[in-house]
């Protein structure tokens, strides 16, 4: 199972830095990110980084098995088993990724998409709107850090912001930073901690 002990309440913040870089000879990318992760650091804060590209994440089915036949566990067997816990452990999930046709990788939505063993099926009123109740007692508040390219538009930046934002209400979180590679990786993690 899932269920996760030892949820992080109070202490030191820990962040979950999903690394949806489809492209290894990014080299910039992956620099920015570990500077990311360096400067959390450095204001006394955990991160750690998962690099969906070289793990096997399977497509969610839609089979709603961790729903109804075993809740909260996923019917895929492959390396989410290991995430999962890291997500309900973590005060910030930050989904980083280039933009590509103007959206999140691939990879970034499949793992976003395999989450749903985090909620449950049923559903609450939270801000005025029907959302799915929690199955731990943390929110699953998130965070945004995208790489624009060329062609790429500030409504496509606006676009994606704007989805994360609702992903993050599903999850009863906040988005609680959003940030393009053109601000300096320092800049954004005091920004991310609150300093």
Same mark, same amino acid.
Request: glycine residues 8%; hydrophobic residues 40%; aromatic residues 8%.
């Given at each position: 199972?899932?269920? $996760? +002990?030892? $949820? /992080? ?6 962040? !979950? ?8 000879? =990014?080299? +910039? ?12 650091? @450095? #204001? %006394? ?5 998962? $690099? !969906? ?8 089915? %839609?089979?709603? #098995?961790?729903?109804? #036949? +075993?809740? %909260? ?14 997500? $309900?452990?973590?005060?910030? &999930? ?20 395999? &989450?749903?063993?985090?909620? *449950? ?6 801000? %005025? @709107?029907?959302? *799915? ?11 945004? &850090?995208?790489? #624009?390219? @060329? ?7 606006? &676009?994606?912001? =704007? ?5 993050? !209400? /599903?999850?009863?979180?906040? !988005?609680r930073f959003h940030a393009t590679t ?14």
């Amino acid at each position: 199972m899932y269920y $996760v +002990t030892g $949820v /992080n309440i109070g202490g030191e913040m820990e962040f !979950l830095i999903m690394n949806g870089n489809p492209d290894p000879s =990014r080299k +910039t990318w992956e620099t920015y990110l570990d500077s990311f992760a360096g400067a959390l650091r @450095e #204001t %006394g804060a955990k991160a750690q980084i998962q $690099v !969906l590209r070289d793990m096997d994440i399977r497509y969610c089915t %839609g089979c709603w #098995t961790c729903w109804w #036949t +075993t809740p %909260g566990l996923c019917s895929h067997k492959d390396d989410m088993a290991a995430i999962y816990p890291d997500m $309900v452990r973590a005060d910030v &999930i930050v989904w980083a990724s280039p933009l590509v046709m103007g959206n999140v990788s691939a990879l970034v939505k499949k793992a976003q998409d395999r &989450i749903i063993p985090l909620i *449950h099926p049923y559903i609450v009123l939270a801000h %005025g @709107e029907c959302h *799915h109740r929690r199955r731990y007692p943390k929110n699953i508040d998130m965070g945004l &850090i995208v790489e #624009t390219g @060329e062609g790429d538009a500030e409504e496509d930046v606006s &676009i994606v912001t =704007r989805q994360h934002e609702r992903l993050s !209400l /599903n999850g009863r979180g906040v !988005l609680r930073f959003h940030a393009t590679t053109a601000r300096r990786p320092e800049e954004v993690a005091h920004e991310a901690v609150g300093a």
